[in-house]
């Protein structure tokens, strides 16, 4: 069930005036899971665009304790900051969130937090996935799309597909993993509440897309249409998986049946990085698409739901 | 407990560190974001469900803000010190009641004085 608008909470834990880009995806993420937590919430972050959200100076837009660490040391530094508040006895009302991008998952966290799932640490794991370094100058990372030219895939774009991080976390047992999109905050903001809500019981994964105006190319304020879209045409399922239970969320649970999916040139066709495709190129995120359908309904036909 | 001048001048030096050494939540982190705008949104409230049906219901500008620029409020107000104009709220707006009108055409931006 979808939580009412006019139920939502008022404070807010990132204060405006951000340097974050026009039309953010990850902004509008970042604010409703910090909603979520609420201010009794620490935060881990490696480098990442989120890290531009962390201010300068003395000063910062976030409410909340952060602590900035190396991409390869989120998970790590999470943990750390985890048993102390285990320590001090205040593990119950205080959460720790390792905020990363997906080149701190994918890429580079990916040693530590595959540590900290297997350790048990209790902490959020958060990838905001815009399927690049974005940060950086858009080069092709483990979590960039088939075809996506960035700048070190100039022309062909990407040849590879995207490497599939939920079923890493799925192999690795999690009590907790959902994926979910910066198109729908009010999804986030229940994620990030059921998320809190499994306190003590290792690490809980959640996978937000992020849009990303510059790096996926179109204008700003396509930015929570282009996320839908991603949930409409099936590409981006949101999801959950409660002790080893997988859960359709409600946005997208009539995407099970395919004839309701959008077609994915709408998506593809909106932003400049997939300029280039050609329809063979179509023909693989199609196949792709209707495999992951696929491998769902198998799974919840297993389980007895459809 | 009262404190005397050296407590006062004890607790300053203190404060001190600390600022120099963490960092302090501030609005307009960035300076005036509002600057980086090229266009403005602009609710028409004949238009607006909120104001229509005089409830917070609707409040998805207030939803899809990443900026946190918009207030849920009757009628929806807009921050224009820290709005960086990209338009989320007038396409996600279901009764199409804000429009992005060019930043020429607007009235100048109040507090302009630019960044820290």
């Known amino acids: ?306 | 407990m009262v404190r005397t001048e050296q407590d006062i001048k004890l607790e300053k030096k203190v404060s001190q560190t600390i600022l120099a050494s963490q960092q302090t939540p501030a609005v307009g982190e960035a300076g005036h974001t509002g600057e980086w705008r090229t266009k403005r949104p602009i609710l028409h409230t004949e238009k607006c469900l909120v104001v229509k049906t005089g409830k917070l219901t609707c409040n998805l500008c207030w939803l899809y803000c990443p900026e946190n620029t918009v207030s849920r409020s009757i009628p929806p107000k807009f921050n224009y010190d820290y709005c960086k104009g990209c338009g989320i709220c007038a396409t996600e707006c279901p009764a199409h009641a804000i429009e992005m009108i060019s930043e020429k055409e607007a009235p100048s931006c109040e507090g302009n004085e630019g960044g820290n």
């Not at chain 1, 002790?243 to 969320?249: D, F, N, P, Q, T």
Request: hydrophobic residues 35%; aromatic residues 8%.
């Open chain 1, 1 to 306: 069930m979808v939580i009412k608008v006019s139920e939502l909470p008022e404070e807010e834990m990132i204060l405006p005036g951000t340097r974050l880009c026009s039309g953010c995806g990850i902004q509008l993420a970042y604010r409703w899971a910090l909603k979520a937590l609420g201010p009794k919430t620490i935060i881990t972050n490696p480098a990442s665009c989120s890290t531009v959200c962390g201010g300068v100076g003395g000063y910062t837009p976030l409410k909340v304790p952060a602590f900035y660490c190396c991409f390869e040391t989120v998970a790590a530094n999470a943990a750390g900051a985890a048993a102390a508040l285990k320590a001090k006895g205040q593990d119950k009302d205080v959460v720790v969130l390792a905020w990363a991008g997906d080149g701190g998952t994918y890429d580079i966290g990916i040693q530590g937090l595959s540590g900290a799932s297997e350790r048990g640490d209790n902490f959020i794991f958060a990838c905001v996935n815009n399927q690049a370094y974005m940060n950086t100058g858009i080069q092709r990372s483990g979590a960039t799309p088939y075809g996506a030219t960035t700048t070190t895939t100039p022309i062909l774009g990407k040849q590879q597909l995207n490497k599939n991080m939920r079923k890493i976390m799925e192999a690795h047992g999690l009590s907790y993993i959902a994926q979910t999109a910066a198109s729908h905050p009010r999804d986030i903001y229940e994620k990030f509440k059921k998320a809190r809500e499994f306190n003590g019981k290792g690490v809980r994964y959640i996978e937000i897309l992020g849009t990303c105006p510059p790096g996926w190319g179109f204008p700003t304020d396509q930015s929570v249409h282009m996320a839908r879209l991603a949930v409409e045409t099936g590409y981006w399922p949101l999801l959950e998986r409660i002790e080893g239970k997988l859960i359709i969320s409600q946005p997208s649970k009539r995407y099970l049946d395919k004839s309701k999916r959008k077609d994915i040139r709408e998506f593809l066709k909106g932003q400049s990085r997939f300029r280039h495709l050609k329809e063979e190129d179509i023909k693989i995120w199609e196949n792709y698409i209707d495999a992951q359908w696929d491998e769902i309904r198998e799974e919840l036909h297993k389980q007895g739901d459809i």
